[in-house]
């Protein structure tokens, strides 16, 4: 993996071990996010002859974010820039560089919430049940297309199980920040795993723990799912995009539709917090009004006369 620019300066080698340890808790795109970023602004400081790290106050950091800004990086861009550079900022406070966290001080532009509409029920059902030619391929799409709507997982969730992973009717996966939890596998799901997994052998190399393989033999990497799950809806019919987030949030749409536990979607989504659900499930007024509607005592309005 490429070293940080500047990773000579006392800034660049405190960059280089700030990333070794986010490489012990953070996934490798996480890591590979933060090493963009900061390579970013140890780029804007060599241009500027900077390189200790007392240099870093907010007003050289509202200028290096208003330089990005203006050569045309979108506002969540922009928002995750700020993010790597606030933990940088902490990193450096710990080890006696900085006595504050400069970044506190700078602001970046809202971000848009364009969460993805989720895919109609019935469209998806049909989509999910048309016939394939069961070969270890096709069960293997099906049985990822099964986990993602069945369990909510996110992309690098499913790509990351491995085999010992499975148990009956449940799978054990790493969340954000490698937090393991446990989420039940639908009954739909489980068929589609029992018919891949006597196949699996015919891909799979002897030493590979993946659950889901290539026709190399090894783990099915980020793009590779990604690229799948475009070209079957393709061929299925499906005639909307779909990538393994919007199953998620189809997921957690209908699943809350249907059961209207929120804290339930919380804990199989993998949430830290409530709001962050509240978000993610696009909870409309006109949802929240039916269900208040049909629970208080006293919250059906009686019909004005004069509403005509």
């Known amino acids: 993996m490429a070293r940080v620019p500047g990773a000579s300066t006392p800034l660049g080698r405190e960059a280089e071990a700030f990333l070794g340890d986010l490489a012990r808790t953070a996934s490798p ?165 029992t018919a891949w997994l006597p196949l699996r052998g015919a891909l799979a190399a002897d030493d590979e723990p993946a659950l889901f393989v290539g026709i190399r033999g090894h783990r099915l990497g980020h793009r590779a799912i990604q690229q799948r799950l475009k070209h079957l809806a393709l061929t299925r019919g499906l005639a909307e995009h779909l990538h393994p987030h919007r199953l998620r949030h189809s997921f957690a749409s209908h699943l809350l539709e249907s059961s209207q536990d929120l804290r339930a979607v919380q804990e199989l989504l993998g949430h830290a917090n409530l709001s962050t659900t509240q978000v993610y499930t696009r909870l409309d007024w006109q949802h929240l009004a039916a269900g208040y509607d049909a629970a208080h005592p006293r919250a059906r309005r009686r019909r004005d006369p004069d509403d005509t």
Not at 30 to 48: I, K, N, Q, S
Not at 98 to 120: A, E, Y
């Open 29 to 193: 795109g996480t890591v590979e996010a933060y090493r963009r970023d900061l390579t970013a602004l140890l780029e804007f400081l060599d241009r500027h002859g900077l390189g200790e790290p007392a240099a870093l106050d907010a007003a050289l950091l509202r200028r290096f974010l208003g330089g990005e800004r203006a050569r045309g990086l979108a506002p969540r861009s922009l928002a995750r820039r700020r993010a790597a550079l606030s933990r940088f900022a902490e990193h450096l406070m710990a080890q006696g560089h900085l006595d504050h966290n400069p970044v506190s001080l700078v602001r970046t532009p809202r971000v848009p919430r364009d969460l993805p509409r989720p895919v109609d029920v019935d469209a998806l059902a049909h989509f999910l049940d048309t016939p394939h030619d069961g070969s270890p391929l096709a069960c293997r799409d099906q049985a990822m297309l099964e986990l993602f709507y069945s369990s909510g997982l996110r992309l690098a969730e499913l790509a990351a199980l491995d085999l010992d992973d499975l148990h009956a009717q449940r799978v054990r996966v790493l969340g954000k920040g490698r937090k393991p939890r446990q989420v039940p596998v639908g009954r739909r799901a489980d068929q589609a795993l």
